[in-house]
């Protein structure tokens, strides 16, 4: 099959000039350029001109669990022969990761190649904006813009209640769409479907947050099975087991993932930032330029809660997710366990000095 029509048969896939041009050695190599719908057990399904052909990651799965082939990578695949090999992956455009539950610490992609990260939030139940944020901070830190979409939107028929509801969220979310979606009326659905049509998005969430009925609702069709969440907590049995590539038939590209229990951030200190842009905009306005945001003097942070314009509940879940993240890169990184080792000598240095000092002020009065 020739160049135009690999390029043709894989555009809706997202295929383009730039990863034609990525894949050139191994087009003269006689490879076929593919993507990757689903991974399980070392194998991969992968959708290719000449259709899905089921592949062995054998070649390109090292012990890094950052490096093996995932759903959304562009891979080089054999043409033949049983089994079926991929030789390579394509430098990722984005990678989404979090930290794995194991005590190694270690990265997790979950998806690669993403150009939207849908995080979806049942309002079934009561929200958690620390769980938004979480989801939010990977989603910036893996180079894809966020959306957060609220589904299940029906269950709350007041557009007072909806309205404050989606105003918390985007408090929490500065710079990211909050879309309300019911897939049961379609309502908010037409906004969701001009979001994913532009490239491939990964739909991300807690079991029972409606991931699966939004990927049929965009679908047009009942693709994925849906199961019903317990009324007690909103949750539901994982109705996705895999992470699926599927292609949507108003254009774009959609990957389904499993209900996700544990989001632990992975080296993620950038989309934390981004998270929390108002606080960082205001830490460039303390006295100190490292500043704590605890009980210093002149601290911009400190008077933004006083006043009102900061909410004490964002202060509190920005510092869990930096302490969290620097945990975990210290955990990989010798040098900055000695920095922050250091840096909590220096800081408990100071602290007796000025018990110290007051001490002494209080003898000498």
């Known amino acids: 099959m020739n160049s135009t029509s690999a390029f043709s048969a894989l555009a809706p896939y997202g295929w383009d000039e730039g990863w034609a041009e990525a ?35 054998a070649f390109v799965t090292p012990h890094d669990p950052m490096r093996v082939v995932c759903t959304g990578d562009w891979v080089a695949v054999e043409p033949g022969g049983s089994p079926r090999y991929v030789r390579a992956y394509l430098p990722r455009r984005t990678a989404f990761v979090r930290s794995t539950s194991s005590k190694r610490s270690e990265g997790q992609i979950l998806a690669a190649n993403v150009d939207h990260a849908i995080v979806a939030v049942s309002l079934a139940v009561e929200l958690d904006l620390g769980r938004v944020e979480r989801f ?11 959306v ?4 299940k939107a029906d269950l709350v028929p007041d557009a007072v ?9 985007q408090t929490s979310a500065p710079g990211v769409p909050v879309v309300p979606v019911s897939s049961v009326d379609g309502d908010g659905l037409d906004v969701l479907a001009a979001i994913v049509g532009g490239g491939t998005s990964v739909l991300l969430g807690q079991s029972g947050a409606g991931k699966s009925t939004l990927a049929n609702a965009l679908l047009g069709e009942d693709v994925m099975t849906v199961q019903a969440t317990r009324d007690a907590d909103g949750k539901g049995r994982h109705t996705t087991t ?51 945001h605890e009980a210093e003097p002149g601290c911009a942070v400190l008077a ?41 000598k220096r800081k408990g240095a100071m602290g007796r000095a000025a018990m110290e000092a007051k001490r002494g002020s209080h003898w000498r009065s």
């Open 23 to 57: 894949f050139t050695p191994y087009d003269a190599d006689g490879l076929l350029p593919g993507r990757v719908v689903r991974v399980d057990r070392g194998q991969c399904d992968v959708v290719t001109a000449d259709g899905i052909l089921r592949a062995d990651t």
């Open 148 to 151: 957060v979409v609220l589904s």
């Open 242 to 292: 895999t992470r699926n590539l599927l292609a949507l038939p108003g254009g774009g590209v959609l990957i389904d993932t499993p209900g996700l229990r544990g989001v632990g951030l992975w080296d993620a200190e950038t989309g934390v930032g981004q998270v929390f842009s108002e606080i960082e905009e205001l830490a460039e306005r303390c006295r100190f330029h490292d500043c704590a």
């Open 304 to 344: 933004a809660i006083e006043t009102g314009e900061l909410p004490e509940r964002r202060l509190d879940s920005y510092r869990k997710l930096l302490r969290e993240n620097q945990r975990i890169v210290a955990k990989t990184d010798a040098r900055l366990r000695a920095e922050i080792r250091k840096d909590w």
């Open 136 to 146: 939010l901070a990977l989603a910036w830190e893996s180079g894809a813009q966020p």
């Open 161 to 169: 209640t909806l309205s404050h509801l989606v105003q918390d969220v």
